[in-house]
């Protein structure tokens, strides 16, 4: 009897395991890419994808990937996969993914029409995972996508950073004088004391 209580157990705990890691896998496009269920798929044409998060009441947000990238792989595995962060990003942000080696069309904010790797390398961007987090109008001044981003996220963090940026940004943050830094650092206690 004792024997069929552990192998039942041990049986449940495989489950739980086979669960917890089947919850966390995350889709794979053909483009070797991960795909969100709250990724938005565009024209890329950037003046309009700020105008139509505006409209659903959101923020846009471009996040640039690569192929086989192990840093995006454990934003998407560890971070986007919780129900929390997921659910919160897809409630008030538009993500465009971008591919920085792909060939899809990207219309810049100034009008230029480029691939996406001609636009990621005309951003400067340099590692991925890399999150531009777009203003909530387009900008009039013939700015591109990284001269015009309010906040510029280059690399992979945990779920709290994570949560904190969006939150900043959502919040307008980048328009106060408390730097994101300061903000997260106060998040932080802030949690850490249960408030």
Sequence with gaps: MLRWKT???????????AAAGAARAVEIGEDGLHKQPWFSYTFKDLREDIQTAREQGKRLVLFIEQRGCIYCKK???????DPEIADFIARNFMVVQI?????????DLDGATLT???????WGVLFT?????????????????????VA?????????T??????????KGYEGDEPFQRYHARMIEARRKGQ
């Design 162 to 171: 994570t949560r904190d940026m969006y939150q900043w940004v959502l919040d």
């Design 75 to 81: 934003m998407h595995e560890e971070v986007y996969s």
């Design 152 to 160: 510029t996220v280059p690399g992979a963090f945990g779920k709290g």
């Design 7 to 17: 192998l039942r157990a041990a049986a449940l705990a495989l489950a739980a395991l």
């Design 99 to 107: 591919n920085m080696f792909g060939d899809e069309e990207v219309t």
């Design 116 to 122: 996406e790797k001609e636009a990621v390398r005309r």
């Design 129 to 149: 995972p890399t999150a531009l987090f777009m203003p909530d109008t387009p900008p009039e001044d013939g700015r591109n996508a990284a001269q015009a981003a």
